[in-house]
């Protein structure tokens, strides 16, 4: 809608005027977000030198502080980790929680109300109140003693933990899906299990991209549980990875390779944000949360 | 009706199931917890003393956990009137019908998309840098000397310095909310309050605010929802374990818990739980508070 009106309207200058300190405003406002982006941008691609003494790519671009981090400070592994855990999570979220809120949308039967009351407020409950309990049993279990188990372990949590936020908001999605569509496939004798997967779900598609990418965002940022269950080195996700990377390299002294290390780390979250900016903008105003 | 009920189980079953496992039963179980001495975390129930509110009181006599509450709340509050009258004030001229909207409003909510790691470490290696930091360049740059001279991150200032940075990554998600609260109000409204020659100021006094009254609720629950889970900024700014400056309850709880190191006395996996059902009342009182105080006045619009 805003692009349309930008093509549209002539400028009044008399209204940009009036809009003037509201324009200062934000101004200030992202020149900082970018000079900040920025700065850590090129900082990534100068020597720590040139760091210190406030010139940046004096020296041209050193890509090599990239390869480094990749290789040596093994970025490459938690990236791959991270990236295993939030597409396997993501997918695996949907087939669980579509069919969920897809009954709890559609369907009137005892419970439901409960269900839904029970998962609106588990988006409101802290996480202390869940990780001793579940620390508890998974180490009594030996889950934690071995890397394949452990990382099953994580990506059964992150699963776990995004399923009241996934479901709630592809309820709204099933919800404002027409009627006539599941009548005309009865009639037609279509059994109800399939009338969803072949009709309903992709019909809820917008909202199962939407909740998705906010999942991939959630899972990959994620550094609460995965400090506590990540038991060994090989499984770190990046956030977590990232945080011991900048802890050793203020003792290596290595500042040019920790800022392209969260280069690397933003990318993948930014390069998302690009291109979907008004999908992800919507979505956090449209389903999900409500007042 | 028959078909249908076997399809509704058989499609909530996996849901609910993992619901129950990863949020119902620890909830339960943390409840429970919390009145007990338990040793070990992986200690069986029969090895847990039933010490009543033994764990309550031991925490509110513990000057660390004491001052990690005091600085939740005063992140929490002093963050929230920033982060409320920032992302409000954004919404209002984001809403204005200014150029370039889906740009500003796009850049503003970026930080919430990058990891709190990544942006954490960008505001401590760079913005606050006694070397080369943003701060000290721009103070040094506009002849300021003393203000170039502070070092952020010392214990005086490591708490507004981390406090700032926090509340930079949380503008743009309260200003959506409130973008789109504002956004949901006819224009007629304000149509008819110019007409009847209320100025701006005015007709924000009297229209805005009054029906953004349930999107303030939102704003704020959301807020202390994700206020008690203060951590990695937190972490991120401790230069020592069980920094006072920067200690929040969670902190304390990872300390406590998993954490090693000397700061440890005593394990007890119930006080842990304690800290959990803490946190969890003030989430529920503040969320009663907010519904008993602003009310919706079954305003319709």
Known sequence: MAKEKKYRDPVNWKKELRLAPGYLILLLWITFTFVLLGWVLLASFSTTKEIFSNKLLASGLHFENYSKAWVNSDVAGIFRNSLIYSVISCSLLIVICAPAAYVLARFIFPGNKLIQTGFVSAMGVPVVMIVLPLFGIVANMGILNHVLSNGILLIFLYIGINIPYTTIFLMTFFSNLSRAFEEAAAIDGCPPTKTFWLIMLPMAQPGIITVTIFNFINIWNEYFISLIFANSDKLRPIAVGLYSMINSMKYTGDWAGMFAAVVIVFLPTFILYIFLSEKIIAGVTGGGVKG | ?301
């Not at chain 2, 078909?3 to 496992?21: C, D, E, H």
């Not at chain 2, 994700?226 to 951590?231: E, I, W």
């Not at chain 2, 006080?271 to 079954?298: P, Y």
Request: hydrophobic residues 55%.
């Open chain 2, 1 to 301: 009706m028959k078909r249908n009920k076997g399809m509704i189980i058989l499609f909530l079953t996996p849901a609910v199931l993992m619901f129950s496992v990863i949020f119902l039963y620890p909830i339960v179980r943390t409840v429970i917890m919390s009145f007990f001495k338990i040793d070990g975390i992986t200690d069986p129930v029969s090895k847990w003393q039933f010490t009543g509110l033994a764990n309550f009181t031991k925490l509110a006599n513990t000057s660390l956990f004491r001052i990690s509450m005091w600085n939740l709340l005063r992140i929490w509050f002093i963050g929230g009137i920033v982060v409320m009258s920032l992302a409000l004030l954004f919404a209002v001229i984001i809403t204005s019908g200014i150029r370039f909207k889906s740009f500003f409003r796009a850049v503003i909510y970026l930080p919430n998309i990058v990891s709190a790691v990544a942006l954490a470490t960008m505001w401590l290696q760079y913005v606050y840098s006694p070397k080369f930091g943003l701060l000290k360049t721009v103070f040094s740059g506009l002849g300021l000397d003393s203000l170039a001279k502070v070092q952020w991150l010392d214990n005086d200032h490591k708490f507004a310095a981390l406090l700032l940075a926090y509340c930079f990554g949380m503008v743009g998600y309260h200003m959506l909310i409130f973008a789109s609260g504002i956004e949901r109000i006819s224009s007629d409204y304000f149509e008819a309050a110019t007409l009847d020659g209320a100025n701006k100021l005015n007709q924000f006094r009297y229209i805005t605010m009054p029906l953004l009254k349930g999107v303030f609720k939102t704003n704020i629950t959301m807020w202390s929802v994700t206020s008690v889970g203060f951590f990695v900024w937190s972490q991120l700014f401790s230069t020592v374990t069980a920094d006072t400056q920067t200690i929040t309850p969670m902190v304390y709880m990872y300390m406590q818990i998993f954490g090693a190191g000397n700061s440890v006395t005593e394990r007890n996996s119930g006080l842990g739980a304690a800290i959990g059902v803490l946190l969890s009342v003030c989430v529920v009182a503040i969320f009663w508070v907010c519904n008993h105080l602003l009310k919706d006045d079954d305003l319709e619009f």
